[in-house]
């Protein structure tokens, strides 16, 4: 189960803090220390525990923290709250352009799940009464159109492709059928490498400047951590990303991509995919998510 070890480990250290009645400063000093350990071994980015930490700290030595008849639950409401804060706030939906069609650029490293989450939002917005289209832009493995074209059909959204065509080309003649057929959604999957390199940036952003995406999403996959958020950052400083998407939040993530991109690189996360099935994806919720991690 995803973010097990870190889940443990919190709720045994607020369940200290809890039966202790009343707390001293050095209580709360040790408690810090050891929620510090617990995010460090989920694999959260160094500068943003730090961060965490301090904050949080500040706001539990404070006089009415200590001073109140339940101190361990008044300690626990400000993790809560504090990571809440930042895993992004409050939801952080899709835009919709106001002159359709909306066009969502997909972005990603292969094999992090973004062909599957384009027919995954196919579906949830076709669901939601809007008319997508998916567009096959990742033209250097046949098999990804191949791919795209079987996950329209179980999702029921048209697929569009043009083989081999350059990306931004294949947009454009896209962008026309859109407007012919009447789809007011385009979802453009993109090659992805297995590291990031120039060629392909140089490819994304050539396709980026074309279509003016209402959002540019990068999916990455939860369960790689911190190389994730690293991908991240790097995509953000290229393509500058409107929103992040985490994949395969089901598995054995221990969360230190889903606590740290956020505050990396400044961008929200949109939906989590929780599987391989096209049904498997879920707005993201910073509120539910803390609720997951810390009982
Ligand atoms: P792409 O290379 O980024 O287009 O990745 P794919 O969409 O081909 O996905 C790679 C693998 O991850 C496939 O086997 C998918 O079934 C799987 N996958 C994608 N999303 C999820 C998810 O949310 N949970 C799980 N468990 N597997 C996923």
Redesign the pocket.
Known sequence: MAFEGLADKLQNVFRKLTGKGKLSEADIKVAMREVKLALLEADVNFLVVKKFIKSVSEKAVGQTVLESLTPGQEVIRIVRDEMTQLLGGSLSDIKIASNPPTVILMA???????????G?LGKYFLKKGKTPMLVAC?IYRPA?IQ?LKV?GEQAGVPVFEMGQEKPYKIYQAALKEARKNGNDMLIL?TA?RLHIDEEMMAELKRLRDEAQPTETLL?I?AMTGQDAVNAAKAFNEEVELTGVIL?????DTRGGAALSVREVTGKPIKF?????KLT??ELFHPDRMTSRILG
């Not at 994949?247 to 598995?251: F, L, R, Y």
């Open positions: 990603g490293l292969q094999g992090a799940g973004k062909t599957t989450m384009c995954k990742d990804a791919q996950v999957d992805g999916v996959d994949t395969k939040v089901d598995g989590v995919g929780v599987g391989e498997d994806i």
